[in-house]
């Protein structure tokens, strides 16, 4: 019966020793695995980063641009290039002849100065 329980604890002591040999070797695996995923963090963070800075210059770029295009394209200019603006009365710009009833008083402004006019019932005879 001695015997049985030598062995026993033999083979429990043997266990324990492949148990930590096993721990140990999970340990070091995950701790690499775990260095090695936090070297890829870093690489994708700066990536992430550079991309960041490139598409907020490209977005700086392209709204000055934008604002150079829209401070060319001021009323001055586009009256320059043979348009006009219309107002009504009150000084709002009128975009539309749906929005102006027969009779109602309006300037129409040019590049080199302004006409007051009253606005005329549309003729339904196209000349």
Known sequence: MGHIKDRA???IATARQGTQIGLAA??????????RSTENVGLHLRTVEQEAQRSVQSARTNSEALMREISGQGPQKTLGRGFA???A?????I???????????????FHDGALDARVQPKSEEVR
Do not use: C, H, Y
């Not at 999970?26 to 260095?35: F, K, P, T, Y």
């Not at 009365?89 to 710009?93: A, I, L, N, R, S």
């Not at 975009?95 to 402004?109: C, E």
């Open 9 to 11: 604890a033999a083979n």
């Open 26 to 35: 999970v340990l070091e695996r995950a701790r690499i695995d775990v260095q």
């Open 85 to 87: 603006m219309v107002q």
């Open 89 to 93: 009365e009150d000084g709002k710009t």
């Open 95 to 109: 975009a539309s002849a749906a929005n102006v009833p027969p009779g109602a008083a309006i300037q129409v402004t």
